[in-house]
């Protein structure tokens, strides 16, 4: 079972722990290779050409299934996907980066600006 975890871990690069167990109806993650390298449109840059272009979809497990199978999902709007099992209930890693130091004194520079040293504050 732990050698399981781990690879799903390193299947998704990912340092938390993921289930590798989905039953069906749950929420899941799956991956799917829409174009193989060398299928790429001929303007895209020679490093995206050489690795696979891959869609990555979240929705509810069809039936029982472990991290690495292939399963069929149904989406939030109702779209059946086929896919690679890759994460039960997925976590949200999105982010917007690092705070950048400039853009933290815009709004009390502006204040300073329109209203003097009150607004400031």
């Given at each position: 079972m732990l050698q399981d975890q781990e690879k799903s871990l390193q299947l998704l690069g990912k340092e938390e722990l993921y289930?590798?167990?989905?039953?069906?109806?749950?929420?899941?993650?799956?991956?799917r290779i829409v174009?193989?390298?060398g299928q790429r449109a001929p303007q895209v840059p020679?490093?995206?050409?050489?690795?696979?272009?891959?869609?990555?979809?979240?929705g509810f497990l069809q039936h029982d299934a472990r991290i690495g199978e292939e399963v069929t999902i149904t989406t939030v709007i109702g779209r059946q996907v086929k896919g690679e099992?890759?994460?039960?209930?997925?976590?949200?890693?999105h982010n917007y980066g690092c705070p950048?130091?400039?853009l933290l004194v815009i709004g009390p520079e502006l204040r300073q600006i329109l209203w003097g040293e009150e607004g400031a504050k």
């Open positions: 289930l590798v167990e989905g039953k069906a109806g749950d929420w899941v993650q799956v991956r174009l193989q390298p020679a490093d995206t050409q050489a690795v696979p272009l891959i869609m990555l979809v979240k099992l890759v994460a039960v209930n997925p976590t949200y890693d950048v130091p400039e």
